[in-house]
């Protein structure tokens, strides 16, 4: 608020965005496998293949974010993912399923977040082949912190508690706990998941910018 009494316009800014995103959220929820209750998407969106899509409770989805479920090599496997209860993705997060993403509950992505679970299949050859595409399944517990820009690739699995540092790109499994920095990303330190981490989150130990 101004000395004044009105309203500053960084107030009238956040109170539009909250409108619109509840007007979006109203508008688009039913076309989702399942949306829980108190969830919200900030726009704009880009989405693709909703259906294929389940978000939780309490989960705030930023804006700029792309939600992709594409077709699977051959057509043979349904496309899914599954967004926890109280998840928070910053803006411009990416997620793009061919098989199955999963993110455990109270999972925090910083902004820039990359989560894949396929690349693009070779031809004859090892021709790179523009429509195909090859999945295997990226799971993320519960309670985890990925940080700015960070890339986790096809087919990791990342424990519950563990923490991503900005900008690495993780291509293998990450323990419980455990802190990975680099590209690739690579163990710095291991912790142990405060009480209740895999419930409100916990608070991470190091930063994400």
Known sequence: MTRRGIPAPE????KGRNVAGLILTLGIR???????????ITPPLRLWGASGISVGSATIIGDNCWL?????????RESRIVIGDGVWMSGFCTIASAAHVEIGDHTILARGVLITDHAHARGPGGRVQRASTEGRPVLIGAGVWIGQGACVMPGVRIGDGAIVGANSVVTRD?????VVV??????????RPAAGAASDGGSPAVSDQ
Not at 174 to 178: E, K, S
């Open 11 to 14: 107030w009238w800014l956040n």
């Open 68 to 76: 992709n479920c594409v077709p699977a090599a051959g057509g043979a």
């Open 174 to 178: 990450v323990p419980p706990g455990t």
């Open 182 to 191: 680099g590209s690739p990303a690579r163990p710095v330190s291991s912790r």
């Open 30 to 40: 039913r076309g989702f496998r399942s949306f829980g209750s108190g969830s919200r």
